[in-house]
């Protein structure tokens, strides 16, 4: 599939599939970009002014305002750069009605990041210059400190925003010598001092393409041997990004050599992925969980209120993956549970580890809850068990985290009492509702004699759906049931051989009779003779007299051609199961034979003929 992402018109881009082109809509042509005497330059200069009289009054700020800065560039957000961009134009799209599209690239010597979104007002100019003051009230923005930004000065000295409402430049060099006029320290800080510029002084061929269609755009003059690094950040950004941002719909990433485009759409429910190499589905749930008191002392969320929205994506077309949680992206933190677990939440400075406490757990237990509301929907009238292949997998070494365990254990508390388990007619039932095959049936790869009782209609329908019988499936359903006696042993009782077998012509009658011994005779041939060893087969054989046997060799036979078989004491099986070709052969296999009426009489099973 060809697909490409192009801003060489000043368009917003265009995906080419086969030919087929989708032209995004371009975006207000007609607007300037205000220079230095706009409101924004001027709120600038004062808020600049503001932090000189105050270094001037309280000088160590200025050292303790540099180490903030030296310790997110070089510390925790060291390598994060494009993913800091990326979400604050992701929150700059949130309040925009047209926007939907982000712009990331990478050349001659700049790093560019360009959005479509809402241009950058007062509050957005604080939230760059200072720590921990980030402004964004709308639970569904990401950057919520204020602090992603600040990763760029470990690759820039002089980092430049250009906006349509205003645009401002920081420089290191530059911030120095204002602040050494009245005071000398080692570290200056950068980001405090913002100067405003005129955008058409400052632009390249690059910023001047983007300037024609986009809304806001940094730019970044590297250092020397920070290429690279920016580079790897590029080409593994996850894609899945967009998810959690259904307001952002292109997304691409151009590194000189390779272009990554990404494009998030909708249908029939599903979000769809594109990536331009494969179309991931997915389905999106969510909710807002109000935190209690004790999380709020956790981890307090500033002005946002009591309410912290938790997504939960699960990947249609793999299920049976383990996944992780995220904070908006990727964190080492395993989950367990199929797909993404995203949240706001408490991580460590790089935004790779959950970290303990009443904030997380009670979100991860809210989650939990989520999760167990919205598992059925994953199910499909093809596939009524797919849903159990997204449930915590069984613990394997080095991969359970505390946070996954306490999903875990908070999940499948969270399913008692839930209906999760198809039946014969993909219903889904509660766990103790339906009956489940003998385990040696499904153990192993041998699956003709379950798929066979599938297949017969007249099966009865609450037994467990042959689409749950799955080893990894099975194992979700054991772990739904209570511990049995002693220990943690959990799993769900299994019914004998005889009894599965029986089941299938359990009630029947007349014709359904015939229909359902021959299906349970056909099943019970296809399990191997080890498995039937030392077990009952059960009463599934219809005899000759209406009554049912079992497929005993020494007790019933199959009849010599041409002899009626009604005289005796010789049990036979009925005649139209012995006039089966396919029965005939189930039945030898299980070891019935035929007998002649000489060696019946000859063993004392026929009375002598009488005399004329």
Not at 74 to 91: W, Y
Not at 145 to 171: C, I, M, N
Not at 498 to 512: F, H, M, R, T, Y
Request: glycine share 8%; hydrophobic share 35%; charged share 30%.
């Amino acid at each position: 599939m060809k697909q490409e992402y192009d801003f060489s018109e000043a368009e917003r881009g265009r995906f080419f599939r086969e030919g087929a082109k989708v032209s995004l809509p371009t975006s207000d042509r007609e607007s300037g970009w205000v220079g230095p005497s706009g409101p924004i330059g001027k709120f600038v200069v004062r808020e600049a002014r503001k932090s000189l009289n105050a270094y001037r009054e309280q000088p160590e700020l200025i050292a303790e305002h540099a180490r903030s800065e030296l310790d997110t560039a070089h510390g925790g957000c060291a390598h994060l750069q494009i993913a800091e961009l990326v979400q604050n134009s992701a929150d700059a799209l949130l309040g925009s009605q047209k926007g939907r599209s982000i712009l990331i690239r990478l050349g001659n010597g700049f790093l560019y990041c360009a959005d479509d979104g809402k241009a950058i007002d007062e509050d957005g100019v604080k939230g760059l210059m200072f720590d921990r003051m980030g402004t964004k009230r709308n639970t569904r923005a990401i950057g919520r400190f204020g602090r992603g930004f600040k990763s760029v000065l470990r690759v820039t000295d002089a980092p430049e925003f250009y906006s349509r409402s205003g645009s401002f430049r920081f420089d290191r060099k530059r911030a120095k010598e204002r602040i050494a006029e009245f005071e000398s320290v080692g570290h200056y800080p950068v980001l405090r001092l913002p100067e405003p510029v005129e955008p058409n002084d400052k632009a390249d061929e690059d910023l001047r393409e983007m300037m024609r269609w986009a809304t806001n755009v940094v730019r970044l003059p590297l250092k020397p041997g920070t290429h690279d690094d920016l580079v790897q950040q590029m080409r593994d950004f996850p894609p899945e990004f967009l998810l959690f941002v259904d307001h952002v719909r292109y997304l691409t990433l151009e590194d000189g050599e390779i272009s990554r485009a990404f494009m998030l759409h909708q249908k029939y429910g599903e979000l769809l992925v594109d990536t331009g190499q494969e179309v991931t589905r997915w389905r999106l749930f969510d909710i807002k969980h109000r935190l209690t008191e004790e999380a709020r002392d956790d981890w307090h969320l500033h002005d946002e209120g009591d309410k912290v929205p938790l997504w939960w994506a699960a990947p249609l077309d793999r299920l049976d993956r383990p996944g992780r949680f995220w904070a908006f992206l990727p964190t080492e933190t395993n989950s367990l549970v199929a797909g993404v677990l995203n949240a706001p939440w408490k991580t460590n400075d790089d935004r790779q580890s959950l970290l303990p406490g009443p904030y997380n757990e009670e979100l991860i237990e809210a989650a939990a809850a989520m999760i167990a509301e919205r598992l059925p929907q994953l199910a499909t009238d093809s596939d009524p068990a797919r849903h159990l292949d997204a449930l915590p997998r069984r613990r394997r070494g080095g991969d359970d985290s505390r946070q996954a365990g306490l999903l875990r254990t908070s999940l499948f508390s969270s399913l008692e009492g839930r209906e999760v388990v198809p039946d014969q007619d993909g219903r889904l039932r509660l766990i103790d509702e339906v009956s489940y095959p003998p385990v040696e049936l499904t153990e192993g790869t041998d699956t003709e004699p379950l798929e066979l009782w599938a297949a017969f209609p007249g099966r009865p329908r609450d037994w467990v759906h042959h689409k749950a019988l799955t080893r990894d499936r099975l194992a979700a359903i054991n772990r739904l049931f209570p511990p049995r006696w002693t220990g943690d042993e959990r799993r769900a009782p299994r019914a004998r051989l005889a009894e599965w077998l029986e089941a299938l012509v359990e009630g029947k009658k007349d014709d359904d009779a015939i229909q359902a011994s021959k299906a349970a005779i056909r099943t019970a041939a296809a399990i191997s003779a080890q498995k039937r060893r030392n077990e009952r087969l059960g009463r599934i054989v219809l005899r000759h007299d209406g009554s049912w046997g079992m497929p005993d060799p020494e007790a019933l036979f199959l009849p010599q051609p041409d002899w009626d078989g009604t005289h005796g004491k010789v049990t036979y099986v009925h005649p139209e199961l012995a006039g089966d070709s396919e029965t005939v052969w189930a039945l030898k296999a299980l070891g019935l034979k035929v007998t002649s009426p000489e060696r019946a009489f000859r063993l004392g099973w026929l009375s002598p003929p009488s005399k004329p």
